[in-house]
């Protein structure tokens, strides 16, 4: 088992047939991932590594049972490509797509909560579970990051994500499932969101966070923590802790909460709720050794 | 993107949003010769886009011409003000807070608004929470008569001065709407002695996706704190100045900030901070052109790519070596896709590729402080 | 027991220093409706027969439970108050405006579904329970129309409804609770919607339905009859059999469901269904009579 | 409000849905004047809001300048077509069906269409209602562009045109928004044997409780089938002319139409519809005014009233009689709020008030018939 997506989960290919469609088409399924079905309007009739093509998410439901969508969608037709995977009833949907406008962002979260739904993203490279399957973009070929193992993984960063969990992977560890939530300041789904999933999950023992400045997502982790919502181990890992203030804009989520988004205030609250927060890449991997081992 | 006060007023005059008059002047005899049309006292207001210009002395209220020019001629003559915008005073009774933006967790948009307005609402939501009103807003439906009536009777305000208010919030959702805001503010929003309701300062920015819809507004010069990071934002290369002595020319916005972490760990500084990742990571020549024009003494380089390939990275730097013949030395740490690829590129180039982050941090940590 | 308004539902009444507004509020209490407060942006601090007037929906129902909202508001902020009351969690809302724009009909009625609430209206006299409690402007104290009985009456027309109640009235019978459906192509509630109440009301023997051609809702109860969901006897009345086709522009409506619409169409259905169609307003009366004693 | 065939295609027109190239003319040298620009064959469609133009004959075909005008001079000659659209003949190789109005069940705007083109679509939905696609769209969220690729595929069409008619498909449903539309519609829409989708007919029908916002619509003598019905409408007031020998004066749609079913039941006949009833219930000498201008036996007069108060009713009317002595027989059944006030003000004017609708409807009948 694993969580979001696993070995028998059918996945739709929307934008299938571009060139990163194609391109990572062939590695979903080459890892393993079930994908049953493409969709590119107009190109009904083609197949990408053997799967059909589509000219919508209909035609193709009618085809085929499908139970998530993974999108190679420009972002400024994404908002339209989730609509229509949630039209269609797919309840997980994935988005790489690095530039949705925000407004539209806002509307894509409202709609997939409204039709509980779950949307990963944008600008992330998606969701593995190593060894069994993805939705996204990695080069899960590279052994020390991509190990298959316990230790889940949850990150707002794509740059920082091969470096702490190569980290995770040296100390001994593997990846049961990694979550890129994405870098936009509204993500589709938030960390605590995905909370529940690993909770439920019997192969994970213990999450990573890899979190940034601004907003509040890590402020909800330690949340569910503290409610006992979430109760296993959570190693943290925070960059931007030296970051100058003055060179970054007033985050507008900030706002609201009353100084919450600095790095120290999420050190704070996580810490107080129990969980270990690494001050370098390195330490993630030894906090997981002190608790686990 | 953010835009200067006097753009924003602009912006909410067209919108139906009182602004005080006021017109915008590059010189100190402009500023002489508007004072007649403006009248005195007027109010200069520096047109940067920083924020605590009040604090900083940078929006001065003066009430003679000689007043105004001594002080259109301290702020004009910084080089730090390019712009003046001069303003009739207003005769204050009180202040209100008003601003739209967006609330990630609920999905909606949020209106903010709190009748102790002229303070900055982050101070005020820790101190007097109960004093910040806030009303969340369906995007796809619009904000609705009903919910504008709400607020401004939550304010305490009546009669003519709620009607006004309206008014003010029902068009400021507006702007938020038209223009793809990730936040449009009015603080101080002024009730007059006349009881006018009239915007005393205007904070609008553009959601950066959204920009290709958002026309005529070109990011000139003004807009940066540095000829570097101006361009380096004309190649789209997030870039930010500093003075320390170690160039950052690493992958993505989380390993970045990292690794600017790190050298502040190993104590160095960093000269700038530059993302050569993402849709980047072909312009390694561009790259290093900008990390060689700081007074740096070594040039870091971090990366871990997924979609950017380590081979076509370790071409690039090779090549910008070339052709740049750089007068520092470079560490580099290039792994993810195609690593071993990428490291027979640099070792042909006579480089020592690194593969880990830290060890790569206090080699150049070390270079900066001539220990190697 | 009635149904929609009962002698217990606390009712808001929105719009209520209008002209309009407080002549009902008048009726509406003497009849015995339990108005405990009104609306009007700017007028809090008033009172209305003695119920406290707010600025909002919120703030009175921040003071009072509410049950209802009925609201004396003009057609072009119809849509406002609806959403206003939805947002306070109103479940039951009367609106008699005639000249909603269509557009924003439309989404009053799609709001109040995903609600769960029920909006009667526009252009409707509203619901009475003759004797009990009443939200809109019926003229009750005309007893040969609004005598309490066992009958249940809804209807699409303002103008016949008297007239038809008045032949039930003097067959012997009386009024459990008569619900204004509404004359504008699109209400807010349909009749089959209604029928689930008046199927659980104990004080409701049988429904007499008052309809006219156009639109599938006389369709839509036999369809309800048919089917078993409401079981109790139907007697229709159904204005526009003789009117001349050539003079009716085509009904939208008509368009989608192939050739319903029709007064014939109606009676088909109705009478296949098991209800009693009556050819003239009196012998609404006289079919009540032949099933009921 | 219905707009007529060329409004709707100036509508389509701004707003990118192809038409062919038309002008409207009224008189028969205009049409000869136009040929020259519009070309032979083309069609001289008949700009009357009725359905059913083809089979009536109104539409038709013409070769030479000749049988244009013929067919013109009968058209215009008829006095029932004040206009003539005289348009280019589209070389067509297939039709389409496509509206959009709204769904009042599911509380939506849907869209219909069909590749089987050209005909009615409530026939179509009737013989093969399988050919019929629906799409309904969420009226606060819009067209998605999801739904309207959807729409072309099931409608089985291809390559270019189908790229031109998903742009009609938009543009329509965005005609549908911003003119608040009860229903707009395309039948056909012509693919023509270049591969060029245009629209070939045009209807338009504006939601009449959204008509303050649809400005430059003004409702001319040309909308209306008599001048009775213009002059009516003038007020505001519901009226439809018919050739019988009752004047109906009676209270909203619903008991009107059932007056005109139980006239039509006893024998009788109806000379006009009229509602005296709602916001007309003032408007008693205009009313009557009216109802006398028809060649009528009597007036039949039904109300029961709630709003429109029974004694305002019958003053209105007394006071109409005073003004415009009728001269002919008035039977009165006025029902309702303050009834007992209305028989008084009734009777003191000499007439007899009924307080059965059946009675009155027996009696005006009788009276028609002569038989008192």
Known sequence: ??????????????????????????????????????????????????????????????????????????????????????????????????????????????????????????????????????????????????????????????????????????????????????????????????????????????????????????????????????????????????????????????IVTGGKGTVEGKIKALTEAGALVAERPRFVGELLQELLK | MKLFEYQAKEVFRSHGIPVPPSVLVETVPEVQKVLGEIGLPCVLKSQVLRGGRGKAGLIPFVRTEEQAVTEAQRLLGSEQVPMLLVESAVDIDREIYLSVTVDPVAATALIIASAAGGVEIETLAQTDPEKIVQEPVDITIGLMPYQVNDLVYRLGLNGDVAKQTKKVITNLYAIFEAYDAELVEINPLFVSKQAEVIAGDGKLIIDENSMHRQKGYERTRAYYDSDMEFEAAQEGIPYLQFDGDISLMCAGAGLTTTVYDLVNYEGGSVANYLEFGGPNYRKAVRAMELCLQNESKVILMVTFGTIARADVMAEGIVDAINRLHPDRPIVTCIRGTNEEEAVRILRAAGLEPLFDTEEAVRKAVAIAKGAC
């Open chain 1, 1 to 254: 088992m694993s969580i979001f997506i696993e070995s028998d989960t059918r996945v739709l290919v929307q934008g299938m047939t571009g060139k990163e469609g194609s391109f990572w088409t062939k590695h979903m399924i080459d890892l393993g991932t079930q994908v049953v079905a493409g969709v590119t309007p107009g190109k009904e009739g083609l197949e990408v590594e053997g799967r059909p093509v589509y000219h919508s998410v209909r035609r193709a439901a009618a085809e085929h049972e499908i139970d998530a969508a993974m999108l190679f969608v420009p972002p400024r037709f994404t908002k339209d490509a989730v609509f229509e995977a949630l039209d269609s009833g797919i309840q997980k949907i994935v988005t790489i797509a690095d530039g949705i406008p925000l407004h539209e962002m806002v509307q894509i979260r409202a709609a997939a909560r409204s039709n509980g739904a779950m949307v990963v993203g944008g600008n992330t490279s998606g969701v593995i579970s190593p060894g069994t399957a993805m939705m996204g973009m990695f080069p899960y070929w590279i052994e020390r990051v991509y190990t298959p193992g316990r230790i889940g993984v949850m990150t707002r960063s794509g740059s920082l994500t091969n470096e702490v969990t190569a980290m995770v992977v040296r100390a001994g560890f593997g990846v049961s499932s990694l979550i890129g939530i994405g870098g936009d300041p509204v993500p589709g789904t938030r960390f605590a969101e995905m909370l529940p999933l690993y909770e439920q999950d019997r192969e994970t023992d213990a999450v990573v966070i890899i979190g940034e400045l601004g907003g509040t997502m890590e402020e909800e982790v330690a949340e569910a923590m503290r409610d006992g919502r979430f109760t296993k181990p959570v190693v943290a890992f925070l960059g931007g802790r030296t970051a100058p203030k003055g060179k970054r804009m007033g985050h507008a989520g900030a």
